[in-house]
């Protein structure tokens, strides 16, 4: 499966738009990652317990979007992008999205 963030995919025509696809995953905070996080907050630098943290929810997130591209039978997705938002304090959801598409090689 090729995702990519830009809207065409060298040497490639999209022959069929097959549609919007998405995948998500909230992922909250954990006490353990907290006490660390904020001893790390003292002495500054990268928390890298929450990147690690969010590396996965995106991750999963992706996988998830693929995995929906696949079951329309796509073998593209084109113009995938992140977000994320705030759920509850200490949660957050991670959004990737993209158009799913079929390609054929460009003549």
């Known amino acids: ?6 809207d065409e995919i060298e040497g490639r025509e999209i ?8 995948g998500n995953v909230i992922r909250a905070k954990h006490i353990g990652t907290d006490i660390i ?3 790390r907050n003292l002495v500054g630098g990268e928390v890298r317990e929450y990147t690690k943290l969010m590396g996965e929810a995106r991750e999963q ?10 079951q329309k039978g796509a073998d593209a997705i084109v113009g995938m992008r992140f977000t994320t938002s705030m759920v509850m ?19």
């Open 15 to 22: 022959a069929e738009v097959l549609g919007l696809v998405r």
């Open 89 to 107: 304090a200490g949660s957050a959801e991670i959004l990737a999205y993209g158009t799913a598409v079929r390609l054929i090689p460009k003549q």
């Open 37 to 39: 996080a904020a001893l």
């Open 61 to 70: 997130a992706t996988d998830r979007m693929i995995s929906e591209a696949r």
């Open 1 to 6: 499966m090729i995702v990519a963030t830009t």
